[in-house]
């Protein structure tokens, strides 16, 4: 112990001059003052990389080394290692290791050697800290034939894990980094590079395993995945406040975590839907209803459309004039703000032609008196004309994505009445917060159908790079004067010119438009900042938690953002609890990646005992007596109960006082409709507020607990929920489980009640 403890006392001095040193460097740069807008951007790009060095050296404090292997036959190097969050080397000459990075091929047998296969290890040990302090050892002997005893050995090799799934829970979930399974580990770091699927029951810790693997990508990857970033997708904001300190706590900070309602930059959707509305919109077809309505807003007058010009009188807009156009327009296969400028053209060229036949027919019948510059002329004419423009523009509209959605929501077309019904919005123009989360995919997709008419930003752009090319030139040609004079002093120096000849400047390796493009670069924003920015952003890899639930509409969304199809999905069918969730992982898959998708499973649920599970496993059987629940790692001893309460508010109350630990959590999971009641009766509790995981006691509905857990669960009126609802709830808590309940009890809880 001692000795373990002058390692880890080592071990944190390293860490404070490797953070301090990163923090003087963020002063250092955030000090310096260079003139102009490159030296600007240079030491912004410093600070913010010296900060986020800094910030992810003091996220990994906690719990920073946590074991160590013993080899059976080191060789020439060292006899063991130790493992941690991060690596860390000693500032000798060697750059010695001192800590292991848990992602290191180095670090695997930790987490997979075993008494049969012991890989090459004689020991391995779990170390648990406090703070800076070594409180315990486990050793595992991995060698039978070494005899050597430390007096810590852990006969199961399992203490280190049960201690960590009994520990109270704090609101916030954990990094499993000290005791990934074997099963786990192979997911984690599984070579996969299309669309990996991981799926398992309720706590078989489908979403430790997902953050864990962002982490190990990141390092495997660290070239591509800092440049793309990795995209986080999970169900709701709590659940992602709830999983947000796993990464940082690995050292990783590059990612971005967000929700499908949140990525569209731009948009806040705070509005909500009715399961039905959610359902429609989710619907894979909304993609051919969004484009027809799209389409028809590419019209033709029904008779000639007359314009007054106001040198030439009356033009006609003919309806053949017209469809020409837009046929011309639609060969193109842009979208629709795109091909706008197609449409312009071919009017403006035939009513240019209407005007040229008027102004210069002859009389007696002869060829056209105008020449052609008089009918470029006239052509000048028409393009200019705001009467011709505003008749483009009631027949061929510039629209915005939100425009478009909020009018097709307005006057939903293409569905049927019920449907329309559902998701129709009777307000007038949206305020960008009131889109709700299933209106983001909607928005996305008019994105793409409608395209970016950027050209004006783009001159934009251009011009402010002619302009970067032009100062880019004159810092060269700075640099190319210097040369003549650092070269002539070199000459001298060395008596000759041929070593002179071989040194470079900068202006022998760059141009100037290079030159440009990088200071372009000096973007001081990590990738993960600037993704969240970009619609239009390739991430390196995704990760999509509780993947059941997401739509049709929603995975075309998250596919445009990862051409390369490199994912990792996890998520349980038999969690599914959203109308709009899209079913099988085939039907998800099959339009973007056919069958080339690998699936891995989860069986060993760590979270719920198995009295617990026991009972929940009966819902489902209840519907599907074949099924098959994950095998739970623990047992407590401890029974749900299960009681008809007559005021069930005071029940509620009651059983709060009672079941809530003094270490832990507890939620209440009830229906939605009496959480105003409930919640008068429950101290610290706020109905319709979105949830603070990190209270004493919360109170969730089904669908909000979705991925959480809790020491202690109080589930109200069980047959208000949905089958897979109710299945979720009732495999949130760690410890204890209650149910309360006016009417009845549903099918498959009856045999408890
Ligand atoms: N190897 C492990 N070591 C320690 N704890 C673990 C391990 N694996 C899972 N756990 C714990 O088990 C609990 C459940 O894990 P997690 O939330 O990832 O499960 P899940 O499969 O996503 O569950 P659900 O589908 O119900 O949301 C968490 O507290 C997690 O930390």
């Given amino acids: 112990m001692q000795n373990e403890q002058q390692f880890i006392d080592r071990l944190y001095d390293r860490l404070g001059v490797l953070h301090a040193e990163a923090q003087s460097l963020a002063k250092a740069s955030l000090a310096q ?266 019209s033709v007058p029904e008779d000639a459309l007359e314009i007054d010009h106001d040198d030439y009188g009356s033009l006609f807009l003919e309806r053949a004039m017209a469809e020409d156009a837009r046929a011309r327009a639609r060969e193109t296969s842009l979208p629709h703000n795109l091909a706008r400028p197609y449409f312009a053209f071919h009017l403006i060229d035939a009513l240019t032609d209407q005007l040229v036949e008027r102004l210069g027919a002859d009389p007696y019948g002869g060829p056209n008196l105008l020449g052609p510059d008089d009918i470029a002329q006239l052509g000048k004419e028409i393009a200019t004309s705001p009467e011709v423009h505003a008749a483009i523009e009631s027949l061929w509209p510039t629209l915005t994505p939100e425009r478009l959605i909020t009018e097709f929501l307005a006057d939903p077309e293409g569905l049927d009445d019920r449907d329309a019904k559902a998701i129709r919005r009777t307000c007038g123009a949206l305020a960008p917060s009131d889109f709700t989360p299933a209106d983001v995919p909607l928005l996305d997709e008019a994105a793409e159908l409608l395209g970016f008419d950027d050209s004006a930003q783009r001159a934009a752009e251009e011009a402010e790079r002619q302009e970067r090319i032009a100062y880019a030139q004159g810092v060269l040609d700075l640099s190319y004067a210097s040369r003549t004079y650092e070269f002539e002093d070199k000459e001298d120096a060395l008596d000759g010119d041929t070593e002179a000849s071989e040194v470079l400047g900068v202006h022998d390796v760059i141009d100037a438009e290079r030159m440009a493009e990088r200071q372009e670069e000096a973007d001081h924003r990590s990738a993960a900042e600037r993704a969240a920015a970009d619609r239009t952003w390739a991430f390196g890899h995704i990760i999509v938690d509780e993947a059941q639930e997401l739509s049709a509409m929603a995975w075309r969304l998250l596919m445009r953002r990862v ?118 009766r429950i101290e610290g509790v706020r109905a319709g507020a979105e949830p603070d995981l990190t209270q004493r006691v919360v109170l969730l509905d089904a669908r909000q607990s979705k991925g959480l857990e809790f020491d202690a669960v109080v589930v109200v009126e069980p047959s208000a929920m949905r089958t897979s609802d109710l299945y979720v709830a009732l495999t949130r808590a760690t410890r204890t489980l209650g149910i309360l309940y006016t009417g009845g009890l549903p099918d498959g809880l009856r045999r408890h009640g």
């Avoid at 790692?633 to 109350?653: I, N």
């Fill in 563 to 680: 051409p390369t199809r490199s994912m990792t999905l996890v998520g349980d069918p038999a969690q599914t609890g959203d109308e709009a969730g899209c079913g099988s992982w085939e039907t998800i898959l099959e339009p973007y990646v056919q069958d080339r998708w690998e699936l891995v499973r989860l069986g060993v649920n760590y979270r719920t005992p198995a009295e617990i599970m026991d009972l929940a496993a009966g819902v489902l059987r209840a519907e599907a007596p074949a099924f098959e629940p994950p095998r739970s790692v623990r047992s407590t001893g401890v029974p749900p109960w299960t009681k008809q309460a007559g005021d069930l508010p005071d029940a509620v109350a009651d059983a709060v006082a009672r079941d809530l630990p003094d270490d832990g959590r507890l939620a209440v999971i009830a229906p939605r409709a009496l959480h105003e009641s409930l919640a008068t």
């Fill in 33 to 298: 003052v260079g003139r102009g807008q490159q030296a600007r951007l240079e030491r912004d790009v410093s600070v913010a990389e010296h900060g986020r060095t800094a910030a992810e050296l003091a996220g990994v404090e906690s719990g920073l080394c946590f074991g160590r292997i013993d080899l059976a036959e080191p060789g020439a190097g060292p006899d063991h290692h130790h493992i941690g969050r991060i690596g860390i080397r000693d500032d000798d000459s060697e750059r010695t290791p001192l800590l292991i990075d848990w992602r290191a091929p180095v670090a695997r047998p930790f987490y997979l050697a075993t008494g049969h296969t012991p890989m090459g290890v004689r020991r391995r040990r779990h170390l648990t800290t406090e703070g800076r302090t070594v409180t315990a050892l486990h050793d595992e002997i991995l060698d039978i034939a070494d005899t050597t005893r430390t007096g810590h050995e852990d006969p199961n090799g399992d203490a280190v894990l049960l201690a960590a799934l009994n520990a109270a829970r704090t609101g916030r979930m954990g990094d499993i980094v000290g005791t990934i399974q074997a099963g786990q580990d192979r997911i984690i770091r599984a070579p996969h590079q299309g669309v990996l699927v991981v799926e398992g029951g309720p706590g078989t810790g489908k979403t430790a395993v997902a953050l864990h693997r962002a982490a190990y990508l990141l390092y495997a990857q660290r070239e591509v995945l800092a440049k793309r970033a990795v995209l986080i997708v999970g169900p709701n904001p709590a659940f992602l406040s709830y999983i947000g300190e796993v990464l940082p706590s690995l050292g990783e900070t590059g990612v971005l975590l967000a929700t499908v309602g949140e990525l569209y930059p731009g948009v806040t959707a705070t509005g909500t839907d009715s399961p039905e509305a959610a359902e429609v919109k989710g619907r894979a077809e909304m993609a051919e209803v969004l484009e027809r309505y799209v389409r028809a807003r590419q």
